[in-house]
Nanobody
Framework: QVRLVESGGGLVQAGASLRLSCAAS????????IGWFRQAPGKEREFVAA????????YYADSVKGRFSISRDNAKVTVYLQMNSLKSEDTAVYYC????????????????WGQGTQVTVSS
């Protein structure tokens, strides 16, 4: 059974940085994409970034390009989301998701989801 566990959220001031982690277990992820989503109160879930486990191809939402960076550690089976220059509008619960199809990741219809981690950015 696939398990995704997010960590690293917290309360920071605008302009600060945070690094989120998504620890994956339960199968071999060599053919998978791992993505990050976020959902703010009263808003729909939004795609943030994704990475392919095998080739390291990365994908970003326009709203985070240049500020967020996604990476993976194969040995730790963990995907990271480095978030810099945080803004109040980045406040949300951040979820990681896994799927073999990048299209499913981007539209939020992944097979597997974590429980989420709260990120709050104060202005």
């Amino acid at each position: 059974q696939v398990r995704l566990v997010e960590s690293g959220g917290g309360l920071v001031q605008a302009g600060a940085s945070l690094r989120l982690s998504c620890a994956a277990s339960g199968r071999t992820f060599s053919r998978y994409y791992i993505g990050w989503f976020r959902q703010a109160p009263g808003k729909e879930r939004e795609f943030v970034a994704a990475i392919s486990w095998s080739g390291g191809q990365t994908y970003y939402a326009d709203s985070v390009k240049g500020r967020f960076s996604i990476s993976r550690d194969n040995a730790k089976v963990t995907v990271y989301l480095q978030m810099n220059s945080l803004k109040s509008e980045d406040t949300a619960v951040y979820y990681c998701a896994a799927d073999e199809i990048i299209g499913m990741i981007k539209v939020g219809r992944s097979d597997y989801w974590g429980q989420g981690t709260q990120v709050t950015v104060s202005s």
